[in-house]
């Protein structure tokens, strides 16, 4: 996070050339949304003077309560390397406030920060998260539109000729690292046409508005390739779909909270309550991490996503996995999101999750050690793992029966997106598809 002022944000703008600012924001479903002004303007976008019409804005307000304001983060100022040419273009992402100067309970990044502060007033100062999002690249049509013909026939960390997405995965990293970000690592996923580029960790607001401009990045960038960049959790049937495991871990000061040197396999205390407190409500927050219909043909067994409530640190099967990483970088993977999730609102759901199980120091069940696949389900059972919800609507029946998850999101979220969500499932049910087609048409 770099501390910019108003100075530093004026002067860099008439060093560089920028002519338009965009002020960009995130809705309930997580789609970014901006208003873009001349740079003319910057004074008044600055004082957080901008505003616009809330009630066009999915989940946010009714028409007579749609006026909202644009208030900056200056930290986040960063040009799009992309808009060269008559003038550059520059971001800020901003909070989203009310008419009465009050963060709006319907912005899910001020919603986040609200979970922050109950945090901090456990006696934690930070919470890091570090992200990991898959992607597909698809070829696109003689008129522009996507396909779901794949670009490659790559595998994992395969090299070209066979991976022909690594241009433009090599020019995605490019764009992200004259935007500031620290890439870690880069390579082909297990699917065809499959990727994965992995950023380095962030407190948790920073981390979710990497993510956001992550995905703008990558869709422009695939755009000017001629391909098609998707975050869609599974587009094509019998092959791995995209997750974004959560890398997380919380601190007070300095010190990793995660972390006991003491203890036999060096997780703390509070570490173990955090875990408890993800797995009890990991049913209740599914809907949140997996919030389309389609995200559940990505979490069936067979394809390294998980569909099992339970933890390990050592196989890769279970919902939360322990990554061998000791000391400062102790942190615990959530594996079951996806990149269609809203990450401000994911992080805030797992993070609150994580607080009640340690407020309420609940006990840590055994790890599950073996291919949990592989186990039936009276095994299963003998060892107490649950199964995730399988479709959107147990998923969202679960988040109807759990009050924590409901508190992560505030009561204007909670009832724009259930609402919502319910809508699309409605909507999914009715449709008859061409499997059915297929399946029933001749033989009844």
């Known amino acids: 996070m770099k501390n910019f002022t108003r100075e530093d944000i004026k002067r860099i703008a008439e060093e560089e050339n920028v002519r338009y600012l965009r002020l960009q924001f995130s809705d309930i479903l997580g789609t970014i949304k901006n208003v873009e002004v001349p740079i003319s303007q910057v004074d008044k976008a600055l004082d957080g003077e901008m505003m616009f019409d809330g009630s066009s804005i999915e989940g946010f307000v009714r028409i007579e309560e749609s006026d909202m304001y644009l208030v900056p983060d200056l930290s986040t100022w960063t040009i799009f390397p992309w808009t060269a040419g008559k003038g550059k273009v520059a971001r800020l992402i901003c909070d989203i406030y009310d008419v009465d100067g009050k963060p709006f309970e319907g912005d899910p990044r001020s919603n986040l920060k609200r979970v922050l502060k109950e945090m901090e007033e456990m006696g934690y100062s930070a919470f890091n998260l570090g992200p990991e999002p898959e992607f597909f690249l698809f070829k696109l049509d003689e008129k522009g539109n996507p396909t779901t013909e794949l670009n490659d026939q790559g595998g994992y960390f395969d090299l070209a000729p066979t991976d022909l997405g690594e241009n433009c995965r090599r020019d995605i990293v490019l764009e992200l690292e004259d935007m500031g970000f620290e890439i870690e690592a880069s390579h082909h996923e297990v ?54 495991h959560f890398n997380v871990s919380l601190f007070k000061g300095k010190e990793n909270a ?146 924590v998850i409901q508190d992560a999101l505030g009561p204007h979220i909670y009832r724009q997106f259930h609402g919502n969500k319910s809508v699309e499932w409605d909507m999914y049910r009715s449709q008859v598809s061409e499997w059915e087609i297929n399946q029933y048409l001749n033989q009844y």
């Open 258 to 403: 995660f972390y006991d040197e003491n203890d036999e396999i060096g997780l703390s205390q509070d570490m173990r309550y955090f875990m408890a407190g993800i797995l009890k409500h990991a049913r209740g927050f599914t809907a949140i991490c997996n919030p389309l219909v389609n995200s559940y043909k990505r979490l069936v067994p067979g394809y390294e996503a998980p569909s099992y409530i339970a933890w390990s640190g050592k196989n890769r099967s279970p919902l939360l996995r322990i990554p061998s990483s000791r000391g400062l970088s102790t942190r615990a993977e959530v594996r079951s999101v996806d990149p269609s999730a809203n990450p401000y609102l994911a992080l805030a759901a797992i993070l609150m999750a994580g607080l009640e199980g340690i407020k309420h120091r609940t006990d840590l069940p055994s790890p599950v050690n073996e291919n949990i696949y592989e186990m039936t389900r009276e095994e299963r059972e003998a060892v107490g793992v649950e199964d995730l919800p399988s479709t959107l609507y147990t998923a969202l029946k679960a988040l109807r029966e759990d009050r």
């Open 191 to 244: 699917a065809q046409g499959q990727h994965e580029i992995d950023f380095k960790y962030e407190d948790a607001i920073s981390a979710c508005d990497n993510i956001q401009t992550f995905k703008l990045v990558v869709k422009t960038v695939a755009r000017k390739h001629n391909l098609h960049a998707t975050f869609m959790p599974k587009p094509l049937y019998g092959i791995n779909g995209n997750g974004m």
